[in-house]
């Protein structure tokens, strides 16, 4: 009697495991379906008017990431996204959004001018990673990724971030540190693809759907973690089934986000900013042997 | 197609089977006594290969004796995924402590190198192939914050896979967390140095090891973003020998120096000095060299003399 009972208990705790991977892998493929709006869906349907920034003013022009001078809700605002493409030949000089070192300058660059005419930043996050080529390497990928994050944390303009697809690894927060940051109700955010954290830690890129249940890329685990601070709404079926839906309640969701952010005084913007990053994290404190939670 | 975040190319001698012994070394296949190595500063005394060096061990090395005094040793990472691969986080995370004996894979303090205080961040690659995870980072801000307390620079030296992958999104916020850390360094006008050694790659070298006021790296180390195995994997492009090397990266215009582990501790005492207002003086064991001319024991009559019959000769 008692044996059966365990038995029945374990059996819809592994039902419920399995409810919960199936929703997470959802997720994963929402995230990176071929028709989910990217960067300039969203800009074409939020600003009135837009005049692209392109180059980074020393090696090329990466459209991978792109940045934009732009008028959102009669305030003019500087746009920074990852940008993939629709077709092959488009993908391929997209790199499917994987950027190179100069597609960080480029973002750099565009935070500068941001800075100087103390117009807001709006970025977009939709990235597998920075793109990991010999090239890539030797114009110095890593030391460009840091830049970026460091001009991001210097900046004294509100600054929001919305992870609108992928949020892949460093190459996605090279351009997600902001006061405000939002996740789209199906991307993701993670410190790497399900597929290369399957590929060391399980041996075998296959195990990717396990990986993503052990990792937890979602939304819902980066909102109950403290790393974003809302999730924005998509339609029924995710935001590929109906664009101007999405961009409707992402508008919202920006103008909210921004407006709060424009609360904090910009004297103090940089160092609030700072502060809250600091905070994530969870550790414990050895204590008589044992580890407790703060 | 994320880059990988801990890919490191295995050295030469683990190749074609059999395990080889940590004191070995992997390029001419000397071996050494533990004591021998230690005494040799983990460098090879026949082909000049730098072995990896242990976070107390470093201290050792780089310091003054009895002058380290560690912050935030008593913090531990918990779980916060309830992460589980073929193994559990948290049996990972106890059998690194007890192969180490450290509580996370950086040791975070202050001490004083030639005399001269410095707040120090040096991480341990044999703690979970030196992956950043939360601890990791509040340790790095500890010393950071040590260093704004105390107007000393920070000297960071590095050696890591990257993130935690255990630890997901918490391991890559660390890398905002450590870039706004160099960002309150900067605001303060603290020096901060960065030391990367074999290998820096991923998540650490992607943001606070890049960051250095002077970044300086030790011989044959591996710095990349993407290890040579994710490249070749992802792109299908092949990687030469020295793709990602100290050297390579000295050549394209990421570091300062490349400096051999026997030269780091006075290098660094050097930089220190060159770091420190005008008017202060070393208060420690080591009195500032004599200029040369008092080193020769000649006063300026004599050197005039010797000056003029040096000419004469040549003449």
């Not at chain 1, 565009?110 to 030797?138: K, M």
């Not at chain 1, 955010?189 to 399900?194: M, N, R, T």
Request: glycine share 10%; charged share 25%.
């Amino acid at each position: 009697m008692v044996r059966v009972t365990d038995e029945v208990r374990r059996l819809r705790r592994r039902f419920q495991e399995r409810a919960e991977e199936s929703h997470i892998w959802e997720a994963v493929q929402l995230a990176r379906h071929a028709d989910r709006p990217y960067t300039l869906d969203y800009a074409e349907r939020l600003f009135s008017d837009a005049f692209e920034l392109r180059g980074d003013r020393a090696f090329n022009d990466d459209e991978a990431l792109i940045t934009l001078l732009a008028r959102y809700h009669g305030q003019t605002v500087v746009a920074i996204g990852h940008q993939k493409g629709r077709d092959l030949s488009e993908r391929t000089r997209r790199m499917f959004g994987m950027p190179h070192p100069e597609g960080y300058r480029k973002a750099i660059r565009a935070v500068d001018l941001a800075q100087r005419f103390g117009y807001p930043i709006l970025t977009f996050v939709d990235t597998p990673g920075a793109y990991p080529g010999v090239n890539a390497e030797e114009r110095g990928q890593a030391g460009m990724i840091a830049r970026s994050i460091l001009a991001f944390c210097q900046a004294t303009v509100p600054v929001v971030a919305t992870i609108i697809g992928e949020g892949g690894s460093g190459g996605a927060l090279a351009i997600a540190v902001g006061d405000k940051v939002l996740m789209q109700e199906n991307s993701i955010y993670s410190v790497i693809s399900p597929e290369g954290c399957a590929a060391i830690l399980w041996k075998d890129s296959g195990q990717a759907k396990k990986a993503a249940y052990a990792f937890r890329p979602t939304a819902r685990a980066c909102l109950d973690l403290g790393v974003i601070d809302r999730i924005v709404e998509e339609p029924h079926g995710g935001a590929h089934t109906d664009p101007a839906a999405a961009a409707t309640f992402l508008d919202e969701a920006l103008r909210q986000a921004l407006s709060d952010a424009e609360q904090i005084p910009a004297a103090e913007r940089r160092a609030a900013r700072r502060a809250k990053f600091r905070q994530m994290g969870v550790w414990g404190v050895v204590d008589d042997g044992s580890t407790e939670a703060v | 197609m994320t880059p990988v975040e801990i890919d490191v190319q295995r050295p030469k001698g683990d190749e074609g089977g059999g395990r080889r012994h940590p004191n070995t070394c992997p390029e001419c296949r000397s071996h050494y006594r533990e004591d021998e190595l230690r005494h040799a500063l983990r460098v090879c005394a026949q082909c000049g290969h730098h072995f990896s060096v242990g976070a107390y061990e470093r201290i050792e090395q780089l310091t003054d004796p009895g002058s380290f005094v560690e912050v935030g040793g008593d913090l531990r990472s918990v779980d916060p995924l309830a992460f589980v691969d073929l193994r559990p986080y948290t049996d990972r995370l106890l059998d690194a402590e007890l192969a180490t004996g450290l509580g996370d894979s950086m040791v975070a303090g202050q001490g004083r190198i030639v005399g001269r205080p410095t707040a120090l961040a040096v991480m341990d690659f044999a703690f979970m192939g030196g992956s950043m995870g939360s601890v990791m980072g509040e340790r790095f801000c500890l010393a950071a914050d040590l260093a704004i307390e105390q107007g000393m620079p920070l000297i960071a030296v590095t050696a890591s896979g990257g993130a935690r992958m255990q630890e997901n999104i918490l391991a890559l916020m660390q890398m905002a967390k450590t870039v706004g850390a160099v960002d309150d360094l900067r605001e303060h006008g603290i020096p901060y140095i960065s030391v990367l050694t074999h290998p820096t790659t991923g998540g650490v070298i992607a943001s606070f090891a890049a960051l250095g006021d002077v970044v300086i790296a030790e011989p044959g180390a591996l710095l990349s973003f993407a290890g040579p195995r994710v490249v070749e994997q992802t792109t299908g492009e092949k990687t030469s020998a020295d793709f990602g090397r100290a050297e390579s990266n000295l050549r394209l215009g990421q570091l300062d120096s490349v400096v051999p582990r026997r030269a780091l501790r006075s290098e660094l005492a050097k930089l220190l000095m060159l770091f420190s207002p005008a008017e202060e003086e070393p208060t420690g064991d080591h009195a500032p060299p004599p200029p040369p001319s008092e080193r020769a024991g000649l006063g300026p009559a004599e050197r005039v003399r010797n000056l003029l019959r040096l000419r004469g000769r040549r003449g």
